[in-house]
């Protein structure tokens, strides 16, 4: 799917300590942070009309709470806390797609149906998302190291090494159960 409209552009205005963060490779949180910035630019013309003026902060806190919840969520560790936050995220989308429809008549018909789109987009690509976090509980840690052991394994399978174990070598108590020792 293609590039919203002016995100190529945007994205080279945002700073780079922000550009190779690994959160940018999600495309609702870049998508969420452009849409903020769109809407701030909107502002002025949105608080200027009598009938969307008092709409503008509640418009700016849901857009906003977008990729906050996006950046929160990145941050946790399992893909159920991940989805608690990425749920949030889809719901402040939701809510921003409605105070977009409600400002519409202070905004060219094409950039209010643009806005709107985008926090759309956003909502699908985190319906996408949530089920596979919620379905993921496996850590991001635990992740890493059994990938780090199957690499360790693979690479030994190919030198002839065995690959270090990292089952403790002494029987606990529930070891004696699963293997009896056999009958004389």
Do not use: C
């Amino acid at each position: 799917m293609d590039e919203p409209d002016g995100l190529v552009e945007w994205a080279a205005t945002v700073p780079e300590v922000m550009r190779t963060d690994p959160i940018w490779r999600l495309p609702a949180y870049r998508y969420a942070l452009f849409l903020g910035d769109l809407v701030q630019a909107d502002s002025p013309k949105l608080r200027a009309d009598a009938r969307t003026r008092r709409h503008v902060d509640q418009l700016l806190d849901a857009v906003g709470s977008i990729s906050a919840n996006i950046a929160e969520g990145y941050s946790r560790t399992t893909g159920p806390e991940r989805a608690k936050f990425y749920e949030y995220a889809h719901s402040s989308a939701r809510e921003a797609r409605d105070w977009l429809f409600k400002v519409r008549h202070a905004l060219d018909p094409e950039v209010a149906a643009s806005r709107i789109h985008l926090a759309t987009r956003i909502m699908k690509i985190l319906s996408a998302v949530i089920p596979r976090e919620r379905a993921d509980s496996e850590s991001r840690a635990r992740r890493w190291e059994r990938r780090s052991r199957e690499t360790e394994g693979s690479r030994s399978a190919e030198s002839g090494e065995q690959a270090p174990s990292s089952r403790p070598h002494s029987a606990s108590p529930s070891d004696q159960h699963d293997h009896p020792a056999p009958s004389l």
